[in-house]
């Protein structure tokens, strides 16, 4: 199973990630962009040409690799942001055949501004640079508000909708989207 959870940053993702890890029955390895990311040097970080060039290999080399992390038999909590259409388009053919309950994350802006202030950790603008991107698509199977539910109601939530046996048709109607975009 893959539980991929989309949205900006400071939307509070990982955090939902980590605590849906110890609510989950089962093992599920926290697939994470930012840690994905981190093993970049920091001089090439700053090499704005040279990461140009390289990041749609980085970018593709996420997906991929957190897609055969599933299906290798591993359940899997993607935690990520979908900034660009076309990275939406090489999620759902990497994770094609897999289970996915994708979910979005979601805050107001000024709650994200705020979060990414008192982090410290984050640069500055990055939220509002991904909020009207991350979820220009708007289709998922699960929508979450993190201003508004605590992290244990974001992960009850999650947690009732794998329970209830409904079908993740998401991916899948994206898929057919993205089917059809090409076809015209």
């Known amino acids: 199973m893959v ?20 609510a989950l029955a089962d093992v599920y390895l926290h697939v994470s962009v930012d840690t994905y990311l981190s093993q970049i040097a920091q001089c090439d970080l700053s090499n704005a ?8 290999y980085i970018v593709n ?10 299906r290798a038999g591993n359940n899997v909590i993607v935690d990520y942001v979908l ?3 076309e990275w939406l388009d090489a999620c759902v053919k990497a994770f094609e055949g897999l289970p996915v309950l994708f979910v979005g994350v979601h805050c ?25 991107r991350a979820h220009s698509h708007r289709t998922y ?3 979450l508000d993190t201003s508004s539910l605590s ?3 974001c992960v009850s939530e999650i947690i009732a909708y794998i329970e ?10 994206l898929r057919a989207q993205s089917e059809i975009r090409k076809q015209t």
């Open 83 to 85: 900034q660009q259409p």
């Open 3 to 22: 539980i991929f959870l989309n949205g900006t940053s400071s939307s509070g993702k990982t955090t939902v990630s980590h605590a849906l890890q110890q």
């Open 151 to 153: 992290v244990e109601a």
């Open 49 to 56: 040409p040279l990461m140009e060039e390289r990041l749609p």
């Open 108 to 132: 107001p802006l000024e709650v994200l501004e705020a979060r990414e202030v008192s982090r410290g950790d984050r640069k500055q603008g990055a939220a509002r640079f991904q909020f009207n």
């Open 164 to 173: 209830s046996g409904s079908k993740s048709a998401a991916f899948e109607r």
């Open 61 to 70: 080399g996420f997906h991929e690799s957190a897609a055969a992390i599933a």
């Open 141 to 143: 199977d699960l929508e």
